[in-house]
């Protein structure tokens, strides 16, 4: 069977086989916590809700503490910050260890491979990714699987390019990071992470408009588009202006980077997904900055991924039934 596990700072999704067709569980990777108290049990217990009690705390877990965030008046928590756990959070690995295997469930036999996606090593920052590849690594084979990392952006390659013997470049904007790699037959070229994401705009245009980021993030979640005649001092006029930043600079650093190297004489799909990508407009913006900016390679067409939320895992799935196989 084997799984693919994309493990995202906003979201983490479980893609397998169910006979021909791929599906896909999700969750988001936060969490509230409350107080115990039996009539906030109770109540939990009543709702459904997926929780755990430790001690004098109950965590409610994913999509549930989302909603039950604002019953309680309370804000959520993530286990993990710009792409990585967040080693701010003292309950990160308990937490996300809940998630996963709420998301993943029990092994169909004994030692299914799973393949899970991780960041690369940022180029502007000084965040190692190895704790956190190798701690993800270690929490899904307690489960009874036998998991490996992939990269990101090789994710989306192998979830998207199989019709260009996967050769192209796969980037990945996600909440927390940024994820780009160059793959020749599968095989990277370049790989790469910017630590800034869709959390780098929510607060960026939060800080220029004094709105709260949890306000910025359900108007770019909603029916934010990209375009260039946007209201002075809106939420939406600050949120194009960091949109536009980011992308410029990713698509500065995917020049640089493709410099340093020497890339086949091919052409190069490029293929756009995660949740930051997800605004309308964001693709004419894309290639707008690659026309501006050029690339030492042939581009021979940018398109969106068929599914920007799922392209990752199920680019991990595709890995990990290679790797079974």
Request: glycine share 8%; aromatic share 8%; with cysteine.
């Given at each position: 069977?084997?799984?693919?596990?994309?493990?995202?700072?906003?979201?983490?999704?479980?893609?397998?086989?169910?006979?021909?067709?791929?599906?896909?569980?999700?969750?988001?990777?936060?969490?509230?916590?409350?107080?115990?108290?039996?009539?906030?049990?109770?109540?939990?217990?009543?709702?459904?809700?997926?929780?755990?009690?430790?001690?004098?705390?109950?965590?409610?877990?994913?999509?549930?503490?989302?909603?039950?965030?604002?019953?309680?008046?309370?804000?959520?928590?993530?286990?993990?910050?710009?792409?990585?756990?967040?080693?701010?959070?003292?309950?990160a690995v308990p937490i996300i260890k809940l998630i996963?295997?709420?998301?993943?469930?029990?092994?169909?036999?004994?030692?299914?491979?799973?393949?899970?996606?991780?960041?690369?090593?940022?180029?502007?920052?000084?965040?190692?990714?190895?704790?956190?590849?190798?701690?993800?690594?270690?929490?899904?084979?307690?489960?009874?699987?036998?998991?490996?990392?992939?990269?990101?952006?090789?994710?989306?390659?192998?979830?998207?390019?199989?019709?260009?013997?996967?050769?192209?470049?796969?980037?990945?904007?996600?909440?927390?990071?940024?994820?780009?790699?160059?793959?020749?037959?599968?095989?990277?070229?370049?790989?790469?992470?910017?630590?800034?994401?869709?959390?780098?705009?929510?607060?960026?245009?939060?800080?220029?408009?004094?709105?709260?980021?949890?306000?910025?993030?359900?108007?770019?979640?909603?029916?934010?588009?990209?375009?260039?005649e946007v209201e002075l001092g809106s939420v939406e006029?600050?949120?194009?202006?960091?949109?536009?930043?980011?992308?410029?600079?990713?698509?500065?650093?995917?020049?640089?980077?493709?410099?340093?190297?020497?890339?086949?004489?091919?052409?190069?799909?490029?293929?756009?997904?995660?949740?930051?990508?997800?605004?309308?407009?964001?693709?004419?913006?894309?290639?707008?900055?690659?026309?501006?900016?050029?690339?030492?390679?042939?581009?021979?067409?940018?398109?969106?991924?068929?599914?920007?939320?799922?392209?990752?895992?199920?680019?991990?799935?595709?890995?990990?039934?290679?790797?079974?196989?």
């Amino acid at each position: 069977m084997a799984k693919g596990l994309d493990v995202g700072t906003m979201n983490i999704v479980c893609a397998e086989m169910e006979g021909e067709n791929v599906v896909f569980v999700q969750q988001r990777n936060a969490f509230l916590e409350l107080d115990y108290s039996d009539l906030t049990k109770m109540m939990l217990d009543n709702a459904n809700v997926q929780y755990v009690a430790k001690g004098d705390k109950i965590y409610v877990l994913g999509d549930d503490a989302m909603k039950f965030a604002t019953v309680f008046r309370k804000s959520t928590r993530r286990p993990m910050k710009t792409g990585i756990l967040s080693p701010e959070e003292k309950e990160a690995v308990p937490i996300i260890k809940l998630i996963v295997e709420k998301v993943l469930g029990e092994p169909n036999y004994e030692n299914e491979v799973v393949c899970i996606s991780s960041p690369a090593n940022p180029i502007d920052s000084d965040i190692e990714t190895t704790y956190h590849r190798k701690t993800m690594e270690a929490l899904v084979k307690k489960l009874g699987y036998n998991p490996f990392t992939i990269d990101e952006g090789l994710a989306i390659i192998y979830s998207e390019l199989a019709d260009n013997s996967f050769t192209g470049i796969g980037i990945s904007f996600g909440a927390g990071m940024t994820n780009v790699t160059a793959a020749y037959f599968a095989a990277p070229i370049v790989s790469f992470s910017i630590a800034r994401g869709g959390d780098w705009i929510d607060e960026n245009a939060a800080k220029a408009t004094g709105t709260p980021k949890e306000q910025v993030c359900a108007i770019k979640e909603s029916n934010f588009e990209l375009k260039y005649e946007v209201e002075l001092g809106s939420v939406e006029g600050a949120l194009a202006i960091y949109y536009d930043y980011l992308i410029t600079y990713v698509v500065e650093n995917l020049k640089r980077k493709l410099t340093e190297v020497t890339p086949p004489q091919v052409d190069f799909p490029v293929v756009l997904a995660g949740g930051t990508s997800k605004p309308r407009g964001f693709k004419r913006i894309f290639e707008e900055k690659i026309s501006q900016v050029g690339l030492p390679v042939d581009v021979s067409q940018i398109r969106m991924a068929k599914d920007p939320l799922f392209s990752v895992a199920r680019g991990c799935l595709i890995a990990a039934k290679t790797k079974e196989e």
